[in-house]
């Protein structure tokens, strides 16, 4: 009985987790971003784009600009001169727009969510980082592209002038037509050479990186003190283990006298 209840709880477990994975990516490949929450550059970096090209309509209202400042060595005035646009804001204060809830859902059709946990409820940092990196050219979407993460997006390019207009090339062929030396597609999403970005693709994966990397330490930023603070939990529960042992033999040797030298058995 044991057993066939093990057996439906891993595959009932099984069928979830395919269902959350087809729900993140949209059966669209994801590209593996390793974020780095260590990386000090590149989240002050992260935190640039982001209050440059997100939080002018989305928040990430459960953090604090001091917090933020704090773990990644921006100093208060530099965060405050240069990353906060608020200028009625203090350093103290959470990470809210000054965009109207009501006016952003007349102009978006829903309110921008908030991306303080965008990392950890939309299938995590690999989908973020592939979902930015593939908009593409669309003119029957309101807003003139579309997403292969994230089909009928309703949310324009934010970072259209840095990558450039990228078009789908599987439109006009085969999406199964393969190179037949290397097997490889022969279409898929690339920049439109006559409207290219300020940014090389190379820089703009970087700069993709640098924001999925911020989002990623914004979901949980005390990661890193919870893996360390877990390492000295370990080494508590080993010396701890060493003690309970000596104990539970004190404890035995007064029940079973001779228990070291004839265990009891059952």
């Known amino acids: 009985m044991k057993t066939i209840i093990l057996t439906v709880k891993v595959l009932l477990g099984s069928l979830l987790f395919s269902s959350l994975s087809l729900a993140a990516g949209g059966g669209y490949p994801l590209d593996r971003a390793e974020v780095d929450p260590t990386d000090k550059a590149s989240l002050q970096r992260g935190v640039r784009y982001f209050q440059n090209y997100c939080a002018g309509c989305h928040s990430t209202g459960y953090q604090r600009y001091e917090r933020v400042a704090d773990d990644l060595g921006i100093p208060h005035d530099l965060m405050m001169d240069n990353l906060v646009f608020d200028k009625t804001a203090k350093i103290g204060n959470l990470m809210h727009n000054s965009m109207d809830p009501a006016e952003a859902k007349a102009w ?3 309110t921008p ?4 946990l965008v990392s950890r409820v ?3 940092p690999d989908w973020l980082y592939t979902y930015l990196r593939t908009f593409y050219e669309d003119p029957s ?3 003139g592209v579309n997403n292969k993460v994230f089909p009928d997006v309703g949310m324009p390019h934010a970072l259209l002038e840095l990558q450039g207009i990228q078009i789908d090339t599987c439109q006009d ?3 199964n ?5 290397t097997g490889e597609k022969v279409c898929g999403l690339s920049v439109d050479p006559q409207r290219k970005g300020s940014m090389t693709p190379a820089e703009f ?4 990186y640098d924001l999925v990397n911020f989002l990623a330490y914004s979901a949980e930023p005390i990661r890193e003190q919870r893996k360390r603070l877990g390492i000295y939990v370990f080494l508590f529960l080993a010396v701890f283990l060493v003690f309970a042992y000596l104990l539970k033999r004190e404890y035995w040797k007064d029940v079973y006298p001779q228990s070291r030298d004839n265990p009891p058995t059952a």
């Not at 994966?205 to 993709?208: K, N, R, S």
Request: aromatic share 8%; glycine share 12%.
């Open 108 to 110: 978006f059709g829903v």
């Open 177 to 181: 037509e393969r190179d037949p030396l």
């Open 141 to 143: 979407r309101p807003y």
């Open 173 to 175: 062929t085969s999406p």
């Open 113 to 116: 969510p908030d991306l303080t």
């Open 205 to 208: 994966d970087q700069m993709v």
């Open 122 to 124: 939309r299938g995590g």
